[in-house]
């Protein structure tokens, strides 16, 4: 498949940064920087991070300065662009503002104040359209999302319940978001906005709360560090959905690397788009490791 330009969307923790136990292929991520920095090439970073665990993530692992970001799992889309100003994309908001049907995050947070199994995470973590609690690990899941969704449901609120783990700190985490705003919708919106189609844009990721868009119609691609259950789960939902041929497991071995994290990025879209390759051969932009 080739294109004239390409938007690359890509999960941020263990798909890009390489965070996970897994080696990095040394010279990957120079070698996605310089992908990235081309002018054919929009990046947009997806991740669950706010804005400032993003911009951290950027400076720490000298990542390449993003187009867009997707943050907050989906809830804020902002422009960053060469000027780095994070503009807001409001009219992202305003959308999934209607799944809530008027009723703002306090009125949520007062509905769910009753539960015990809920504590409310930082500040920081918290937007407009997004409340995180943290959840005993051991909580009877279903039965608290059960109780959470019969509330809102009731108030004719249109939600999603986002379940994930600290593994380092031993605690289950939830938000609570209007039912629109996932990273796969956002994504969907962004290429409304910036006149993009399947025919010209990859998402990357590694693990379950990546799982909507790498089985979704969009051409995606799993890092080989992804674990094997996920990837497992990941192949079975993309056949069952008739999206098979649209899924890229990385393996290893492209241009001697091993697949994970960046490398695994890099293989997959040379995969769906051996133009790059040509691209690459222009004149590299600095890149300090």
Not at 105 to 111: E, G, T, V
Not at 118 to 131: C, H
Not at 138 to 162: C, F, N, P, V, W
Not at 240 to 249: K, Q, T
Request: aromatic content about 8%.
């Amino acid at each position: 498949m080739q294109a004239a330009r390409l938007l690359i969307c890509t999960d941020l923790d263990r798909t890009l940064i390489p965070n996970g136990p897994q080696p990095e292929s040394p010279g990957a991520r120079e070698r996605f920087y310089r992908l990235a920095q081309l002018p054919q090439v929009t990046l947009t970073y997806v991740s669950g991070r706010h804005r400032a665990l993003v911009q951290q993530a950027i400076a720490n692992y000298r990542l390449p300065p993003p187009d867009f970001v997707i943050g907050d799992v989906g809830t804020t889309i902002y422009h960053v662009g060469g000027a780095l100003d994070w503009q807001r994309q409001t009219d992202w908001e305003e959308q999934i503002a209607r799944d809530w049907a008027g009723h703002s995050r306090a009125d949520i947070k007062s509905l769910l104040v009753d539960l015990p199994a809920l504590r409310m995470q930082e500040s920081s973590k918290q937007n407009a359209y997004k409340l995180s609690y943290y959840v005993p690990l051991h909580y009877d899941q279903a039965a608290l999302s059960k109780r959470i969704r019969e509330r809102l449901d009731a108030h004719g609120i249109a939600a999603r319940q986002i379940w994930s783990v600290d593994e380092p700190a031993g605690v289950g985490m939830l938000d609570v978001t209007p039912a629109s705003a996932s990273k796969y919708h956002a994504i969907m919106a962004l290429m409304q906005m910036l006149e993009f189609d399947a025919s010209d844009t990859l998402f990357c990721g590694d693990s379950g709360n990546d799982l909507e868009v790498l089985v979704s119609p969009l051409r995606a691609v799993l890092v080989a560090n992804a674990r094997d259950k996920m990837r497992d789960e990941t192949l079975r939902l993309a056949q069952l959905g008739g999206n098979a041929d649209r899924l890229y497991i990385a393996r290893g071995g492209y241009q001697g690397m091993n697949g994970n994290y960046s490398a695994g990025m890099l293989e997959g879209i040379a995969h769906y788009f051996p133009l790059v390759e040509q691209w690459l051969d222009e004149p590299s932009k600095e890149y300090r490791s």
